[in-house]
């Protein structure tokens, strides 16, 4: 998928998010600033959440509730490990009692630093590639 603005690549997060199940752990690349936390607003848009979705950067994980009970899933956890130090520091702050729960997606930004932590997970991994000043390649590697 081509997305030619930050609208479009936040319309495209909230049609793929309509195919998440729980337990899938989503795994975001792309260079910084390639639209990983724009995709993220996109799917949070879609299960109805109203907070301000921002990038977990300094805190590592934020937690979000579905309030809608059409959903099946009640949470969407989204990770930025862009500056993690070692897993362990994730495990810490209890990633994993969110990985792979069947009520639960979780978003990872960067996630090629916390491999061992993705093992036997369900992962659908999505790289977002800088075409232009405003595009960006979107494509979905299941």
Same mark, same amino acid.
């Given at each position: 998928m081509i997305s030619k603005s930050k609208q479009e690549?936040?319309?495209?997060?909230?049609?793929?998010a309509a195919s998440f199940k729980g337990g899938d752990v989503v795994l975001l690349q792309g260079e910084l600033g390639?639209?990983?936390?724009?995709?993220?607003?996109? /799917?949070?848009? =879609?299960?109805?959440i109203k907070k301000n979705i921002t990038s977990p950067t300094f805190t590592?994980?934020?937690?979000?509730?579905?309030e809608s009970k059409k959903y099946k899933i009640k949470r969407v956890i989204h /990770?930025?490990? =862009?500056?993690?130090e070692k897993e362990h520091d994730l495990i810490d702050i209890g990633v994993e009692d969110y990985l792979g729960q069947p009520n639960t997606v979780c978003l990872i930004e960067w996630p090629e630093k916390i491999k061992n932590l993705l093992?036997?997970?369900?992962?659908?991994?999505?790289?977002?590639?800088?075409?232009?000043?405003?595009e960006r390649n979107i494509i979905i590697i299941n």
């Amino acid at each position: 998928m081509i997305s030619k603005s930050k609208q479009e690549t936040i319309d495209f997060g909230k049609k793929i998010a309509a195919s998440f199940k729980g337990g899938d752990v989503v795994l975001l690349q792309g260079e910084l600033g390639a639209g990983k936390t724009t995709l993220t607003k996109g /799917i949070a848009q =879609y299960f109805s959440i109203k907070k301000n979705i921002t990038s977990p950067t300094f805190t590592l994980m934020n937690v979000y509730e579905v309030e809608s009970k059409k959903y099946k899933i009640k949470r969407v956890i989204h /990770i930025d490990t =862009y500056r993690l130090e070692k897993e362990h520091d994730l495990i810490d702050i209890g990633v994993e009692d969110y990985l792979g729960q069947p009520n639960t997606v979780c978003l990872i930004e960067w996630p090629e630093k916390i491999k061992n932590l993705l093992r036997g997970k369900k992962v659908i991994k999505i790289r977002i590639e800088h075409v232009g000043d405003n595009e960006r390649n979107i494509i979905i590697i299941n």
